[in-house]
Structures are given as structure tokens and as C-alpha cells.
């Protein structure tokens, strides 16, 4: 019996100590009794830079903006607001908890799908851990609208579209200005559609997974809610900017973002590294955070706009159905056309002290020139004067100061009248 009480104490010791090590403390949102059927182990914390965070450099932003303000709705399986990176307070918001059927918020999480799609959205920086997110000073609302998203034997679970579709109404009422969903089906359900038109509407922007279920690069798979009207859908490339094998392709891919051996925050406090195009979704809800924070004018089809026109150049070119526009690029998604810099005031004016010096070479050049102009006008006078004695006095002398006559003028001669014109033409 005793030996039974200290196996329990030492467990209970042990959690509390793993708790710690991983940045738990005092969970203050811990799965309510009854929410988790199977809850995903603890992950240790994972310290290296990740290469995606390295790729994307998104603190290159951060002067800029980070996200403020803006609020990230992440429909998915909630998430762990007690996680070191996530926990500051107002950073996770209660949200609401769909999937259980009970009055639940969405603020803790069974399956670490929806805590690591958040820390990848908005993980603060925490010292000696190269993962951070893309916006952290974004607000995220957690909509649990999943347990779990794989089965005791490995198969893909499915989720309720009422289910999803309530909780994306969820969202938008709440005033989500990014909606983030990591996840793909190849059917059409009109409750996701309909929910979705309910979000474009309302100026939500919305950013869908582009799916896993690409066997080869031959055929183009249907994709929802990724090909809806005003959907961004993201595909996933690897760290050598190749598209993930998996990564779907179609006409609904409007941009790409890292999306293999990605790594992200996991419930109790951890890290892991993870796959699929779920991952790389939102690492662009991160980015049309920054961008809704630092152009609020910008309507959610302008955003869309924005992220696609400053992508990066990928693999396939400008607008292809694997690539889209290209590679999500944060920086430039916030900064073009952004005046970085303060406008530099005009220097003072400061008129430059009068140099009496040169005034006075001034007026003594203006004086001399004036005397030897007058005195050049009055020699040209004086032989004009002297011209006129030695040329006119002798000729009045000789005519006695007469006048002179001047030359008859020649009579006009005769004009000559001319010929009588020849016609050229023979008369009829």
C-alpha cells in the first residue's frame, strides 16, 4: 500500500518535473475531464533554428508591423495556451470547443495540430529557441473543431462538415480579420461553402490548406476549401524549394510556404517537426496578419493580392498549379511600397556673411569701367570734331559758302511693250 502511494507520488513528482523542463508551470488550460480520448504525448523542446524561420526571415518585418491588432482565427483541434510561446496574456483568446458537443472553450488541445498551426502563426521569440512564429503580436481565437485527425490504425479521421462550418460562422462573428483552415478534402460540402461565402463576404481573409492526397505530378486533384471563390490556398515546398511529393496541384494553389520538416510548438510545452501542406498554410495567415496591421485600408481581396504579387520566384514559374505565384515572401509583403524611412527635414538656411572685400573689388571694377567708357566716347568725338575742320571748312572755302547742286536725275526710259501672246493650241 505504501509502496503504491510513493509510485503514485513519484509519477505525479515526475509529471510535474517534465511539466517544468518543457516551459509548463501551472497549466491554465489544461483539457477540460473528458475532452481528449487520446491525448498526444509531450514533446521535448526542440532549441535549433528551424530552416524555415531561416528561409522566410519574417523578424525582418518586425520593425514594421507584427501583426497587432489583428485577429487569427484557427479553425482546427484548439489550442494549447499554456505553451511557453504561446502563453502571454491576450496572446490565445478562450475561443469555443465544437468538436465536443459541450460548452468547452478552445484554448487547450488534444492532438497538437491546431497548437503548433497557431505557434507557427504567432509564437512569441523565447530566448535560446531558434522557432518563433511569423506575427507575434497577433491575437489568435482558437475553434476546436477536431479531436484528432488520425485513428488508432493510422487512417485519416474525418471531420463533421456542419461541424467546420459552424465554427468558421464562429469566427467571422467574432471578428476574425484572417481566417487560417489546415485542412483539404476532395469533396464539396455545402455547410464549408456556404460558411466560406459567409467569411469572403465579411472581408474575412481566407487562407486554406491545399491538401496531401497528390500521388504524382500527372493528375490535378479537386481541393476544398481551397478552391472556393476568394480562398488563398497554399501548397507546401521543401527546404531545397521543391514541391512537397504530397503537396496537391490545381488551379487553387495561389502561393507556396514551407511545408516539410517544418517545426512547430506541440502541446505540454514542446517541439516537433512536422509535414503537409496544413503546416504551410500558416505561415501565410501569419504574413496577411502583418499585412492587415500595417494596411488596414486594404480590403481581404487586395491582401490576397498583396501576398501574391510580392511572392518570391518558385520552381514553376509565375501562376502554376504547384506553385501558384510563388513563395511567400513577409518582408516584402509588408514593406513594398512602404516609406521605410522618415521623410530628412530641410537643413536650416544660414545666408553666408557679406564679404566686404569683394564689394569693394566690385565698385572699383564698376568705377574704372564707367571712366574709361566716358573717356573712350569722348575721344571718338574729339576726331569726329577734328575729321569735320580738316574735310568741310576747305569745301565751304572754295564754293564761297555756297550751297551745291545736286546731279540732275536721267530720264526715265522708254518701256517695251510686250508681244502679243501665241497660243500653243491648235484651233478647232
Known amino acids: 500500500m505504501n509502496r503504491h502511494r510513493l509510485a503514485s507520488i513519484a509519477t505525479v513528482l515526475a509529471v510535474a518535473a517534465l511539466q517544468l523542463s518543457l516551459g509548463g508551470g501551472t497549466a491554465h488550460a489544461a483539457p477540460p475531464p473528458g475532452a481528449c480520448t487520446d491525448a498526444q504525448p509531450a514533446h521535448p523542446e526542440i532549441t535549433a533554428q528551424p530552416w524555415a524561420q531561416q528561409t522566410l526571415a519574417p523578424e525582418a518585418a518586425w520593425p514594421y508591423s507584427r501583426g497587432a491588432g489583428v485577429l487569427v482565427a484557427v479553425v482546427d ?61 497577433a491575437t489568435l481565437l482558437p475553434v476546436r473543431v477536431s479531436d484528432r485527425d488520425i485513428g488508432d490504425r493510422g487512417e485519416t479521421l474525418r471531420i463533421n462538415p456542419q461541424v467546420i462550418g459552424a465554427g468558421i460562422r464562429y469566427a467571422v462573428d467574432q471578428g476574425a480579420r484572417v481566417l487560417n483552415l489546415s485542412l483539404a478534402g476532395l469533396a464539396d460540402y455545402s455547410p464549408i461553402r456556404d460558411a466560406v461565402a459567409y467569411a469572403v463576404a465579411r472581408d474575412v481573409v481566407v487562407v486554406a490548406a491545399a491538401g496531401n492526397a497528390q500521388q504524382d505530378a500527372s493528375t490535378e486533384l479537386p481541393s476544398y476549401p481551397a478552391a472556393y471563390p476568394g480562398v488563398l490556398g497554399v501548397g507546401a515546398v521543401d527546404i531545397n524549394g ?149 574735310v568741310v571748312v576747305p569745301r565751304g572755302r572754295r564754293r564761297g559758302w555756297q550751297p551745291g547742286r545736286a546731279a540732275s536725275v536721267a530720264a526715265e526710259p522708254a518701256g517695251n511693250e510686250p508681244p502679243e501672246q501665241v497660243s500653243l493650241l491648235q484651233r478647232s
Not at 104 to 109: A, Q, V, Y
Not at 303 to 332: C, F, H, K, M, W
Not at 348 to 357: F, L, R, S
Open 242 to 390: 521543391a514541391r512537397a511529393s504530397t503537396s496537391q496541384i490545381g488551379p487553387y494553389v495561389g502561393l507556396v510556404a514551407p511545408g516539410a520538416g517544418v517545426l512547430a510548438a506541440t502541446r505540454v510545452g514542446g517541439h516537433a517537426y512536422v509535414d503537409g501542406s496544413s503546416f504551410a498554410t500558416p505561415f501565410v495567415a501569419g504574413t496577411a496578419a502583418l499585412v492587415r496591421a500595417a494596411w488596414p485600408q486594404l480590403s481581404a481581396r487586395e491582401v490576397i493580392r498583396r501576398l501574391e504579387a510580392t511572392a518570391s520566384p518558385a520552381r514553376g514559374g509565375q501562376d502554376s498549379d504547384a506553385y501558384g505565384a510563388g513563395l511567400v515572401n513577409p518582408y516584402r509583403a509588408v514593406t513594398d511600397g512602404m516609406a521605410l524611412a522618415p521623410a530628412a527635414g530641410l537643413p536650416a538656411y544660414h545666408p553666408a556673411p557679406v564679404d566686404t572685400a569683394a564689394l569693394a573689388h566690385t565698385a572699383w571694377v564698376h568705377d574704372t569701367t564707367s571712366t574709361a567708357t566716358w573717356l573712350a566716347v569722348g575721344g571718338a568725338g574729339a576726331m569726329v570734331l577734328v575729321a569735320l575742320v580738316f
Open 77 to 137: 483541434s484548439g489550442v494549447d495556451a499554456d505553451h511557453p510561446q504561446l502563453r502571454r496574456p491576450g496572446k490565445v483568446l478562450a475561443g469555443r470547443d465544437f468538436a465536443a458537443g459541450r460548452t468547452f472553450p478552445g484554448n487547450f488541445d488534444c492532438d497538437s495540430h491546431g497548437t503548433a498551426v497557431a505557434s507557427i502563426i504567432a509564437g512569441d521569440a523565447q530566448p535560446g529557441v531558434g522557432f518563433h512564429g511569423v506575427a507575434p503580436d
